[in-house]
């Protein structure tokens, strides 16, 4: 394996000074002769900069740090994706925090001692002491996930999507009405905001309430336990991996009631019958978030900013009204 070349071996081959190679990879004013002997060494060697260090003796930090709950989500990743979507000059510096908040205040201090130039938290849920060391830090920062009024934030509109659902559901009529959930002190957003419509068009309608967890293999052992003891001809779950299992309980049950999801995700139109959910753009949210930090990065006396991403009900088969 061939040794990587250095800035100083770059130097050496074009036969100029160490400063001129930094000026040329910062952008700075180097002639048109030397850019292009520095070109071709760059390119033949495959040089690649090293963009942290760099960015340590730069006026302008390109280096971000993102703060994820949990990689295996669908709504997270297709957010990192808008996120890099726009991106030209920044680099991602992101920690899987596991949906543990101990991690998470861990991650906030770890990345602000990297020196990165702010942070991108996308969060479940803030304790006492996370919200404390963000507002402590001194650091451009970007909420993702609940509605935080002292920082700036992208939030879904859970209360519409919640609305949405209820008044829809009041057309399918239901006997029985199952509500899969999860800990709303673990996830105001979806745990509680969500569900508020629902539970105002539930009102003198039979349903349960179960609390269960974002993992398919959970969800579906919890719809199960629960579809064993009764029947429910509607099941509406946080979101659609969740209604996902519920469905897979069901199948394994003989049962057919109709569902409802929340999300946009493959498993929609790839789950038979396909799934009736209301629908967020996840990609567009992580554009928004970095609109968002560019905006408080560039202008760090900007007032609180708060946008909200709306959604739309999708009607599809599972809740088929034949």
Known sequence: MHKKITINDIATLAGVAKS???RYLNGGSVSQHTRQKIDRIVEEHNYAPNTFAQSLKQQVNHTIGVIVPRLDSIAQSDMLRGLDELNKNDTFLIVNIYQNSQRELAAIKKLQSQNVSGLIVLTANLTDDIREALKESQLPVIIQGQDEPDFHRVIL???????A??????KLTPKNVLLLKVDATLDRAVGHNRFVGIDDALLGIPHKEV????KLDVAKSDALIAMEKEKFDLI????????VGAMQSAFSLHQQPRFIGFGKSYFSETVTPNLTSFEFDFFETGKQLYRLFLTIRDHPQTEIQRIVMDGKLVVRDSTDLM
């Open 20 to 22: 001129t190679v930094s």
């Open 165 to 170: 659902v209820g008044q829809y559901l009041k």
């Open 157 to 163: 509109n859970d209360i519409q999507a919640g609305q």
């Open 236 to 243: 509406i779950g946080a979101s659609d991996r969740i209604v």
């Open 211 to 214: 609390v269960t967890d974002f």
